[in-house]
């Protein structure tokens, strides 16, 4: 009987032999030379003082401190072949900066690869090489994909060229730091550096998704892997290989997650959609009659989850296309339509604000506030009211969000909004709150606009 069950649950398990001699010969091996370069290897789209900046790692095995600080800088990673005339897709990250690229297929030819664009947004390049009839992948739909599916990569880890890994899929619709347009495929894949740029094969041989990031402590696999999907990337390809570029809708707001605490200061049941804290004047959003408070519940017939469905739904629209939109404002459902614009190259300006320290109590949220100052009134982010965090004299109101020298611009309690136009206004209305009572602020910091849920005090 034990032995019948041994028999049983063997031939239960994958076999995954069939699939990697299958699949192999379309999977290539990519080295790049660099020029010198003085940057950091590790994420290119963290700041290294951001917390993840240690933990999100897109992985080229550049070596465990700095690059080499010589003009033959190689650095290696994967890819695998979309077209037999000579189409290769693999990670931006993986040729970035590259002066010369070398695709090796398994048969051991070599071949210089010209590199026909990238898309660091989604971490997507596409190389063309000069050969004819060479093995490709066929595609799979990670739509498809469930939690618990086994899944394959194929790879060079370290250089260790066609490496076969597996395991399951652990989950979908990942949103990782600084990546909005991707809804990652999580796995416990063993993905190491080397194997950047390879592909995510399902049970039937298909891609499904490009091996691009793991999370790690020290830089090599600790059993959380990242795959960009497979539809993402041959979208992205597909305008690569006709202009060289990629064009992605905006419509210009700024947006949040929707926590527990905001949901019922907006009155909605649940939290879902995507907050809006701050739009553009002028951008497609203000030009609907998108206004700041807004939760996007549904976007082109779609439906926004979770706020970083927004971005990918906006960015995925073709620039100049008209986009039906649901909105949730002041307890009502309501329906807008715009015109989706085209996603310019990102700029960021942060200012600080700097608030006059004064003597006065706090009030019933644990804060003290202060006028602006003249200056701060003449820069126009307080052009109607609004006042200064001062300093933050509560342990829930230090636990917050909130910091000194910010800004508040208006409050939302059981979803009505209270425009601030004063100290004495907003201490008013902060103190006819009720006790434990928790209310939702929007928040200036330098140019941007958040809304900052904040409980009162219970005595």
């Not at 086994?150 to 260790?160: E, K, N, S």
């Not at 619709?173 to 600084?178: H, V, Y």
């Not at 949901?263 to 739009?279: C, E, I, R, T, W």
Request: charged letters at 25%; proline letters at 6%; glycine letters at 10%.
């Amino acid at each position: 009987m034990l032995l019948s069950g041994r028999i049983a649950l063997a031939k239960e398990l994958p076999d995954f032999a069939d699939l990697a001699e299958r699949q192999g010969a379309a999977v290539v091996n990519i080295s790049t030379t660099q020029a010198l370069r003085q940057a950091r290897p590790g994420v290119p789209s963290l700041d290294e003082d951001d917390p993840m900046f240690d933990l999100f790692r897109r992985f080229i095995p550049r070596g465990p401190s700095a690059p080499r600080m010589d003009p033959d800088n190689r650095s290696l990673g994967s890819g695998f072949i979309v077209s037999p005339d000579g189409y290769v897709l693999t990670n931006a990250h993986v040729v970035d900066g590259a002066d010369e690229i070398v695709v090796k297929l398994t048969d051991k030819r070599e071949f210089r690869a010209r590199l026909i664009g990238t898309d660091p947004r989604t971490d997507v390049a596409l190389l063309k090489i000069d050969a004819t009839g060479l093995p490709k992948v066929s595609f799979g739909d990670p739509g498809k994909l469930r939690v618990g599916d086994w899944v394959v990569a194929i790879g060079a880890p370290f250089g260790f060229e066609n490496s076969v890994t597996a395991g399951i899929v652990s989950a979908k619709g990942r949103s990782l730091p600084q990546e909005n347009f991707v809804p990652f495929i999580q796995t416990d894949v063993a993905i190491n550096p080397g194997n950047s740029g390879g592909p995510l094969f399902n049970m039937k041989g298909e891609v499904v998704g490009i091996n691009s990031q793991i999370y790690s402590r020290t830089g090599g696999f600790m059993g959380l892997s990242f795959a960009i999907p497979i539809d993402v990337a041959m979208d992205v390809q597909s305008q690569l290989r006709a202009s060289g570029r990629v064009q992605r809708g905006r419509i210009g707001v700024v947006i949040q997650e929707v926590s527990r605490e905001l949901a019922d200061s907006f009155n909605l049941g649940k939290p879902v959609g995507a907050l809006v804290s701050s739009v553009e004047k002028g951008s497609p959003a203000d030009k609907a009659g998108i206004e700041q408070g807004d939760i996007v519940l549904r976007f082109d017939n779609r439906t926004v989850g979770v706020s970083g469905d927004l971005p990918r739904l906006v960015g995925s629209t073709r620039p100049g296309s008209k986009a039906p939109v649901q909105v949730w404002r002041k307890g009502t459902v309501r329906d807008l339509v715009v015109m989706v614009a085209e996603l310019p190259e990102d700029k960021a300006r942060k200012v600080a604000l700097k608030a006059p320290r004064q003597d006065v109590a706090p009030n019933r949220l644990g804060i003290v506030v202060v006028e602006p100052t003249a200056e701060q009134r003449r820069d126009g982010r307080f052009p109607a009211g609004g006042v200064v965090v001062d300093a933050l004299r509560s342990a829930s109101a230090r636990a917050s969000e909130i910091q000194a020298g910010d800004g508040i611009l208006a409050l939302v309690s059981k979803g009505v909004r209270t425009d601030i136009r004063s100290v004495e206004q907003f201490n008013r209305v902060v103190g006819a709150l009720d006790l434990g009572q928790t209310v939702t602020l929007l928040v200036l910091r330098g140019e941007t606009q958040t809304f900052v849920p904040l409980r009162t005090l219970e005595r």
